[in-house]
């Protein structure tokens, strides 16, 4: 799943350009451990991931893209309560860290 995603991010035209400085090999692996203690609870995730995007120059428009492309590749590749799952803490990521951005007045 974070290959696919990455994979489709990279090329995308919003999206892309906010991954160009990307070290791969480092990143990744990051990558692979956040969504495994997300979703599979193995605690292997160790950060703060937002302190890592804070000041990036991401608007609601990048938040709404990764979203709807996350919930793309999940889809494409996964069904089920764990799928629906991993599409909802997504969405709660992006809104936590858009309204922590003052890109939105409250959570949702």
């Not at 990764?66 to 599409?87: H, M, R, Y």
């Amino acid at each position: 799943m974070v290959n696919s995603f990455y994979d489709r991010a990279k090329t995308d035209p919003l999206l892309g350009p906010q991954f160009s400085h990307i070290k791969w090999s480092t990143h990744l692996p990051i990558m692979y451990r956040f969504w495994s203690s997300m979703i599979l609870g193995e605690r292997s995730y160790q950060g703060n991931p937002f302190q890592r995007h804070i000041n990036l120059p991401l608007g609601e428009e990048h938040f709404t893209a990764w979203v709807n492309l996350f919930t793309q590749v999940v889809n494409d590749n996964f069904s089920g309560e764990k799928a629906d799952e991993i599409k909802m803490r997504a969405q709660g990521i992006a809104r936590t860290f858009q309204y922590k951005m003052k890109l939105l007045r409250q959570p949702l």
